[in-house]
């Protein structure tokens, strides 16, 4: 695919995808929307950790409500339907890690772009806000569930009937993003916690997130089951008998995904 609204790379192992329409502060249209699948798919197949993240002021401030290729109209249920659900499925369900380097206000759809990521990095001068109450809609773009699940039903409900920004500091404090950085330190803090998913114990990383995500719908007994499954198979992989001897030998892991 020949992107037109976005940038994407892999150098190794690393995939970035930059939303890169920084006049329009990175909102999404018709066009981003199916380039944002395009590349999460070919990360998922080529590299081995994603980072989504912004140009310019903003990561992403929602629907472009002037976008043209929507012919003048949105029709919210078909654009959710079948350009929102493949975009936010193709992160959420990615097989590798993957992480929001949020670089500046991410709003509306944008912020819950951000938050399907599973790690959520802000620079401490961006915010999170749930701005669909001040223009009479619900959350969407997948907030109604991740609001929850990330942050408690109360602080959830607040964000969604409030409307009120939430700065960086707020959402890590919260429990909502994993950390919040200085700005001076944002892009390099990002980039070294990037690296270690692209090169670290990719199966490793992948029973993680598979094991976490499906927690909620288990017992205890049922995801002790679940550990032992998933760590008899750990156990047999290269990346495991390499981390141990580089432990023995008191010398950093060269993992190799395997």
Not at 52 to 79: I, K, M, N, P, V
Not at 200 to 226: D, H, M, N, W
Request: net charge negative.
């Amino acid at each position: 695919m020949d992107y037109q609204t976005i940038t994407f790379d892999i150098t190794d192992g690393l995939a970035v995808l930059t939303l890169n329409r920084p006049d329009k502060m990175n909102a999404l249209t018709s066009q981003m929307r199916a380039e944002i699948a395009h590349a999460m798919k070919e990360a998922a197949a080529q590299a081995r950790a994603v980072v989504l993240t912004g140009t310019g002021a903003a990561f992403c401030t929602g629907q472009d409500l002037s976008d043209a290729s929507s012919g003048g109209a949105l029709d919210l249920e078909r654009t959710l339907r079948d350009e929102y659900l493949p975009m936010l499925e193709a992160i959420y369900d990615c097989p590798i890690p993957t992480v929001s380097a949020v670089n500046g206000p991410a709003a509306g759809a944008g912020a819950n772009l951000a938050l399907a990521a599973d790690v959520v990095i802000a620079t401490e001068s961006a915010y999170f806000l749930q701005a669909f109450a001040r223009i009479g809609l619900m959350p969407d773009a997948g907030g109604t569930w991740l609001l929850p699940h990330k942050m408690g039903m109360a602080k959830a409900m607040g964000a969604a009937l409030f409307a009120d920004r939430i700065s960086a500091k707020q959402a890590d404090d919260w429990g909502m993003i994993w950390e919040s950085v200085p700005d001076t330190d944002f892009d390099a803090h990002w980039r070294k916690r990037a690296t270690w998913l692209a090169t670290g114990p990719s199966k490793a990383f992948g029973a993680i997130k598979q094991s976490i995500r499906g927690a909620y719908q288990k017992t205890l007994a049922e995801q002790l089951l679940v550990e032992a499954h998933m760590q008899g198979e750990l156990g047999q992989s290269r990346d495991f008998m390499e981390g141990v001897s580089a432990f023995l030998e008191k010398r950093p892991a060269k993992f190799e995904g395997r």
